[in-house]
């Protein structure tokens, strides 16, 4: 009975990594597209995703970057989510104007606030923003994002990755602003040579090795099991030498 035993352990514990929750270290902050065009205005989409199963997400803040004067900005509404833009003035430029458009032009938003809203666990909200005039010179922009939880925690997307270092914890949504011209001239990369399919699963990363180990083990449960059943089955009801095969399966089953 110990192979029974030992089979009958292994199969609960792939059962149990199959089922467990994903993790959600996954689910970051992030914007999108990642990519924009020099001296250009764009549509960016905000992707704030609810990571607690215990808490709401109640407010979020985008903080702009500093490096970037981005004069202009409207905001697609959100239901249930009231959203506050705040300025600074520029450098150089009048305090004052009798021109609504010129006063706006003056000024470059430093960040905006969503609050008033939920966001459930499981659940995730989009916050569409255009923007621009995008910065003439190539470079990235880096929006920190604040994260505000309805028991008061606030989780800080405000890492910025560095070259050859690990992936941050708490990575802050980026866009990479380049010119038009380096986009349509670079060229194609050549096509990697297609990887065999065990190469694509040996290096799964996160829940995919979790599920991994636990079909492995689910498997081998299973072939120890049936070799277990089966050396049983020899022991108990052994067939003489000579005797056919089909006599030898009808006896197996009489035995059950």
């Known amino acids: ?126 916050f569409e923003v255009s923007l621009g005039p995008l910065p003439t010179t190539p470079g990235r922009l880096v929006f920190k994002a604040l994260q505000t939880y309805s028991d008061g925690e606030v989780v800080r997307w405000i890492d910025i990755p560095e070259a050859g270092a690990p992936r941050p914890e708490h990575p802050a949504p980026m866009i990479d602003v380049k010119p038009v011209d380096a986009q349509a001239a670079a060229p194609a990369a050549p096509a990697a040579p297609a990887a065999p399919a065990a190469a694509a699963v040996a290096t799964p990363t996160g829940d995919g090795v979790a599920r991994l180990l636990g079909w492995a083990g689910l498997a081998l449960g299973a072939l120890a099991l049936l070799t277990a059943a089966a050396t049983g089955l020899r022991r108990r009801t052994p067939a003489p030498a000579s005797a056919p095969l089909a006599e030898a399966d009808t006896a197996a089953r009489l035995s059950r």
Request: charged share 20%.
């Open 1 to 126: 009975m110990k192979p029974i035993r030992v089979v009958a352990a292994t199969l609960v514990a792939g059962v149990a990594v199959l089922l467990a929750p994903t993790s959600p270290a996954w689910a970051h902050v992030t914007v999108s597209p990642s990519v924009a065009t020099t001296g250009g205005y764009g549509t960016f989409a905000f992707k704030v995703p609810d990571e607690r199963a215990d808490a709401k997400t109640t407010r979020v803040e985008v903080v702009f970057p500093e490096n970037a004067q981005l004069t202009s900005v409207s905001l697609r509404p959100v239901p249930g989510w009231k959203a506050t833009v705040a300025t600074r003035q520029l450098p150089n430029a009048a305090s004052a104007g009798h021109d609504d458009d010129e006063e706006a032009a003056n000024k470059a938003v430093t960040g905006i606030v969503w609050e008033g809203g939920a966001i459930k666990p499981g659940e995730f909200q989009l």
